[in-house]
């Protein structure tokens, strides 16, 4: 097999990680992390530069492992690597039936409120037309991507070059004036007597969904010139920009939204949007608004490559149910079939995000953050694999860092509990289900063939 040419230096990996890590999370957040720290400020720019440590520290720690395998399937290959071919295709099974589904169908939504609010919907979270909206996002990406899976790779290199304007925009406009104006001093001392939202753990766990999105960063490390060198370095400075800059974003968003306005929009994207105009006017706000919705779009798109890829990336490696049938593609290099089964898994998924606001469950079932805290659990192994087998690594890099790394994924665990134990227990019941279909459906000994003819 021909392997892939060095040709990505240390700026390409630093960027992918930017890119790839920013895009809708922040947006979305940034009422949530108040509204869970009660209207503290300081204390919701505390859990954010936590959230932004538990990641720079497993960035890290991941990359200690990326270097060693040069592979492509990121932390499928990791966890594959540290404990055998089934625990590996379970990871990823859950990526393809939780992971992706869920979160591509969050964005479609997302991306819906913006289109919204710009038209003026009486309500832009979950009225009829917001869901319709997000219906027409979710199925004409998965369309881009079954029909031009090129045009789809064009349209997210677009994408990323814009995610950064709104949030610089936001970030040092919005700071300058909130300092002119006293709003950042009064938003800083600040006290709420109405809210009880949370605790820290709650709040940083909420960050989770603004921080994911850098392990896929380490799926070029078989590309980078030196890798073993780059790519460590890449990731944790391409860390360090994402978390100063959420950081400088927060801070300019609190001089000229309140908190209680921030609070109110808790988890959509109408609070960013709301800022764009009080900062740039009704035209300059619908030009950010824009841009955000950009950021959104080439977020969904990102995810729904990935999501349409899924089985397909199993069946190749010659695992799970009808191997033959997902490794088929289209005459444009299409992974349709492995598209198909997506959509309607996500279409599932969205059925249970809408469910939320219908008040089904008797609580919210945050399916934009329960996602990527369980597949935190796939890093314990790593990390637990790194600490145990790598022996050619000094002791900072051997255990301390992997066991930095451990306390923050269990403390991501322990917040998402917290917020909610009863959904959290609902939502692993679901996991259990689906990892429990998975297992049934390994049978390595029967798809072996397959992958000789790869």
């Known amino acids: 097999m021909k392997k892939p040419t060095k040709k990505y230096g240390f700026f390409t990996a630093v960027a992918m990680v930017v890119g790839i890590v920013i895009g809708s999370g922040v947006f979305k957040s940034a009422g949530g992390v108040l509204e869970k720290t009660n209207g503290n400020l300081p204390l919701a720019l505390l859990a954010w530069l936590i959230g932004g440590l538990i990641m720079v520290v497993s960035v890290y720690s991941i990359s200690l492992l990326a270097v060693r395998v040069e592979k492509s399937s990121g932390v499928v290959d990791y966890v594959e690597d540290a404990f055998g071919e089934k625990a590996g295709y379970l990871v990823a099974w859950f990526m393809n039936f939780v992971y992706y589904p869920t979160l591509v169908g969050i964005l479609a939504w997302l991306g819906g409120t913006i289109i919204a609010t710009m038209l003026g919907a009486e309500n832009p979270i979950t ?12 199925l004409g990406t998965y369309l881009l991507n079954i029909l031009s899976p090129i045009l789809a790779g064009k349209w997210q290199v677009s994408a990323m070059s814009i995610k950064l304007i709104p949030l610089g925009l936001i970030a040092i406009v919005g700071l300058v004036v909130g300092l002119l104006n006293g709003h950042t001093v009064e938003s800083f001392n600040y006290v709420s007597t109405s809210l009880t939202g949370g605790s820290l ?7 989770a969904f603004a921080y994911e999105g850098w392990i896929v960063a380490t799926t070029i490390n078989s590309e980078l010139v030196d890798s073993k060198k780059t790519l460590p370095k890449a990731l944790i400075l391409g860390s360090l920009i994402v978390l100063v800059t959420y950081l400088l974003f927060f801070i300019g968003l609190s001089g000229v939204i309140s908190t209680d306005e921030a609070v109110s929009l808790s988890g959509s994207l109408e609070t960013s949007v709301l800022a764009g105009e009080r900062l740039f006017g009704t035209v300059g706000g619908s030009i950010v608004s824009v841009m955000i919705l950009i950021s959104v779009l080439g977020t969904l798109n990102g995810l729904t490559m990935g999501a349409a890829r899924g089985m397909h990336s199993i069946s190749i490696r010659g695992l799970g149910p009808k191997p033959e ?5 289209s005459k444009s290099g299409a992974t349709v079939n492995s598209a198909l089964l997506s959509i309607v898994i996500g279409l599932l998924w969205m059925i249970v995000w809408y469910g939320n606001f219908q008040g089904w469950f008797g609580g919210f079932m945050d399916t934009s953050i329960l996602p990527i805290v369980f597949l935190g659990l796939s890093y314990l192994l790593i990390y637990f694999h790194i600490a145990k ?12 860092v992997p066991s930095l790394a451990t306390l923050g994924s269990g403390y991501l665990i322990y917040g998402a509990y917290q917020s909610d134990p009863k959904m959290f227990g609902y939502f692993s019941i679901l996991v259990v289900m689906i990892m429990f279909i998975g297992i049934l459906t390994y049978k390595p000994k029967l798809n072996a063939f397959l992958v000789k003819q790869n």
């Open 201 to 207: 753990a709650t709040a940083v766990a909420v960050t």
């Open 127 to 138: 009225g009829n037309l917001t869901w319709g909206i997000t219906l027409v996002l979710f």
């Open 325 to 329: 049938f997902f490794q088929k593609l």
């Open 389 to 400: 087998d790598f022996d050619d690594l000094n002791i900072l890099n051997r255990y301390i």
